[in-house]
């Protein structure tokens, strides 16, 4: 017998929480209350069980990504795969590093069969999947520490824009990272897509060899970890001026290089009260700007100091 979900409605009453085991889901959806009544019960359907279905196929989704043909059966775990097997030929990385963007896409896919909305959106932990119809926009708050969390600027979404997707990822998130990125957010196309390419940009954000940064096997910290004995970075001392802008260059090259191959949208880097952001024309700052940067062919990018 499939187990239910816990449900509930956060204090504003028009934001439905469903939880499964790590699964944690914020659902907002606007339109009518006969349209919006029905999203949210497709939600709860769709999510019911997705959970076990994930399961059943762990032990592969758990293995690295080939650039080949997948042998996963599920929606969600084909979805997964789909959004890293373009970083599988360059890169170490397993379906599960789409896993959250890849839900919070099915779910929000569901609501949006089942009713005309005028906005909706799927918040798994963070990583987001955004349904906008004509006319509608979407706010996306900027953080630069997900632990500590502090508003350093903000874009928008608007309907006419090809983001559907946002992620956010780092050492401080709720999975490793082998690099030292506080926090590194992508908008992408889709939820799945903006998930694998925040741990890549994440993964680049890094100093190798640096004697502050304290790394682990991911193994030793988590047994079943699908990194296994990859280092993942445990601890990051006081940097310097040029040692972070170092370290943020190198994930913001690969952030342009996943730009201009149309992986991504656009992205913002954080470390250390530094902040680097590529393809954002319109961030809008919450601080202002410690250092402006030229317009490069993938867009505008600042060092924002946080």
């Known amino acids: 017998m499939t187990r239910l979900p816990q449900t509930g409605w956060l204090a504003d009453g028009k934001r439905l929480h ?3 085991g790590p699964i944690d889901l914020i659902v907002e959806a606007r339109g009518t209350e006969a349209h919006v009544r029905a999203a949210y019960e497709a939600a709860l359907r769709r999510f019911t069980g997705l959970l076990d279905l994930l399961c059943d196929e762990l032990p592969e989704l758990r293995r690295a990504a080939s650039p080949g043909s997948s042998t996963l059966q599920g929606i969600v775990a084909q979805r997964m795969y789909a959004a890293v097997a373009p970083f599988a030929p360059a890169h170490f990385i397993t379906p599960m590093a789409a896993v959250a963007g890849a839900v919070a896409e099915e779910v929000l896919g569901a609501m949006v069969a089942s009713a005309e909305l005028d906005r909706a959106y799927v918040n798994n932990g963070g990583d987001i999947a955004l349904h906008l119809a004509p006319g509608e926009r979407f706010t996306v708050g900027l ?13 928008v979404i608007d309907a006419c824009d090809p983001a559907r997707g946002i992620a956010t990822s780092g050492r401080h998130g709720r999975s490793f990272s082998l690099g030292i990125a506080d926090a590194v957010t992508v908008l992408a196309r889709t939820a799945a897509q903006a998930d694998a390419a925040a741990t890549i ?8 060899g640096h004697p502050l940064i304290v790394r682990r096997p991911a193994k030793d910290i988590q047994s079943d970890s699908d990194l296994g004995e990859r280092l993942v970075t445990r601890a990051v001392g006081r940097l310097s001026p040029s040692e972070i802008a170092f370290a943020l260059n190198a994930g913001a090259n690969k952030a342009r290089a996943l730009h201009t191959a149309g992986l991504i949208e656009a ?9 680097v952001a590529v393809a954002l024309d319109d961030l809008e700052h919450a601080a202002p700007p410690l250092l402006s940067r030229a317009v490069t062919p993938t867009g505008t990018e600042s060092l924002l100091h946080a």
């Open 143 to 155: 953080i630069d520490h997900p632990a500590m969390p502090r508003l350093i600027g903000k874009t």
């Open 201 to 208: 940009i994440a993964n680049a954000v890094d100093l190798p």
């Open 267 to 275: 992205a913002a880097l954080h470390l250390q009260g530094e902040t």
């Open 18 to 20: 469903l939880q499964d």
